[in-house]
């Protein structure tokens, strides 16, 4: 079985399994998050750096982890792409492998990323009646399934709408240029400001704010997660109503304690100074 024809079977299951029918993803971040289960941060890193799947091979605990960017779509395939290699449990035998280097691995995960995003039940749903294909329509679907106009071009081949002339025109059309000519630069810019901001996983963060309120973890540590001010987080959560318990103190009565014997004999004993040590230390002292 090749790459891409694995890659669209995983993405055609897990849509299936997880109900999503043919129509556009929303926030990422969270679908993976409550349909996979697992934790996703979006991360301050280096500007060559897109997206990392970890797994801890003792817990089973996986953890994605992708930047911060400008760039909305490309954040967008990066999620699908790191969720691909979760499903295919790539991180097997990743100590011999450069994920960064072209590979099978690699081509399969860019192919469930692309149909995740883009299926083809919901690419001709969405195009039923169109008569005639142009960059109005890569706009649209663009627009419709928040993906690189790369990505849809590719789809729109493969769907046997274009062809690979067409493609490869397509190919260095910019989302940008498709927003500001089609009208929709406003909600470009809106997106690039919802993936240009840190975002801690939230069900670490739910536990971090769950310790809060039992008075076991600091404001601080909630700011460090969120990566912003302590005295921020405690606005936020005194806005919300969330506030640590208050540990009760139990006083008790002094007549109720117990009574307590101290020998201090030994102490006696290891302070007393014998008598010939008093009467040298005045025979000096007379001297």
Same mark, same amino acid.
């Given at each position: 079985?090749?790459?891409?024809?694995?890659?669209?079977?995983?993405?055609? &299951? *897990?849509?299936?399994?997880?109900? /999503?029918?043919?129509?556009?993803?929303?926030?990422?971040?969270?679908? $993976?998050? !409550?349909?996979?289960?697992?934790?996703?941060? #979006?991360?301050?890193?280096?500007?060559?750096?897109?997206? /990392?799947?970890?797994?801890?091979?003792?817990?089973?605990? #996986?953890?994605?982890?992708?930047?911060?960017?400008?760039?909305?779509?490309?954040?967008?395939?990066?999620?699908?792409?790191?969720?691909? !290699?979760?499903? *295919?449990?790539?991180?097997?035998?990743?100590? %011999?492998?450069?994920?960064?280097?072209?590979?099978? %691995?690699?081509?399969?995960?860019? =192919?469930?990323?692309?149909?995740? /995003?883009?299926?083809?039940?919901?690419?001709?749903?969405?195009?039923?009646?169109? !008569?005639?294909?142009?960059?109005?329509?890569?706009?649209?679907?663009?627009?419709?399934?928040?993906?690189?106009?790369? $990505?849809?071009? $590719?789809?729109?081949?493969?769907?046997?709408?274009?062809?690979?002339? %067409?493609?490869?025109?397509?190919?260095?059309?910019?989302?940008?240029?498709?927003?500001?000519?089609?009208?929709?630069?406003?909600?470009? &810019?809106?997106?690039?400001?919802?993936?240009?901001?840190?975002?801690?996983?939230?069900?670490?963060?739910?536990?971090?704010?769950?310790?809060?309120?039992?008075?076991?973890?600091?404001?601080?540590? $909630?700011?460090? /997660?969120?990566?912003?001010?302590?005295?921020?987080?405690?606005?936020?959560?005194?806005? =919300?109503?969330?506030?640590?318990?208050?540990?009760?103190?139990?006083?008790?009565?002094?007549?109720?304690?117990?009574?307590?014997?101290?020998?201090?004999?030994?102490?006696?004993?290891?302070?007393?100074?014998?008598?010939?040590?008093?009467?040298?230390?005045?025979?000096?002292?007379?001297?």
């Amino acid at each position: 079985m090749s790459a891409e024809v694995e890659g669209r079977a995983a993405a055609e &299951r *897990f849509r299936e399994a997880h109900r /999503l029918g043919g129509q556009p993803l929303g926030d990422l971040v969270a679908l $993976i998050e !409550h349909s996979a289960g697992l934790d996703v941060a #979006v991360l301050d890193v280096g500007p060559d750096e897109h997206g /990392l799947t970890m797994r801890d091979p003792k817990r089973g605990a #996986v953890f994605i982890g992708v930047a911060r960017t400008r760039h909305p779509m490309r954040q967008r395939s990066t999620l699908a792409h790191e969720l691909a !290699h979760v499903v *295919f449990g790539d991180w097997a035998d990743n100590t %011999t492998c450069d994920w960064s280097a072209p590979s099978p %691995t690699e081509s399969r995960a860019n =192919a469930f990323a692309r149909h995740l /995003l883009v299926p083809v039940d919901g690419l001709k749903a969405l195009l039923a009646g169109t !008569h005639q294909i142009n960059l109005a329509t890569l706009s649209a679907v663009v627009q419709w399934f928040l993906v690189s106009p790369q $990505i849809a071009a $590719i789809a729109l081949e493969q769907a046997e709408y274009i062809d690979a002339d %067409t493609k490869r025109d397509w190919m260095s059309v910019t989302a940008p240029q498709l927003a500001v000519r089609f009208g929709w630069g406003d909600q470009y &810019r809106m997106l690039q400001s919802e993936t240009d901001q840190r975002r801690a996983p939230q069900r670490l963060l739910a536990r971090a704010i769950r310790g809060y309120t039992e008075g076991v973890v600091s404001a601080q540590t $909630i700011a460090t /997660l969120q990566g912003i001010t302590a005295a921020q987080v405690l606005a936020e959560l005194r806005e =919300a109503g969330i506030f640590p318990a208050q540990q009760a103190v139990t006083w008790a009565d002094p007549d109720e304690l117990p009574d307590a014997r101290v020998d201090l004999s030994a102490l006696e004993d290891a302070l007393r100074v014998p008598e010939d040590a008093h009467e040298a230390a005045s025979e000096l002292d007379a001297g």
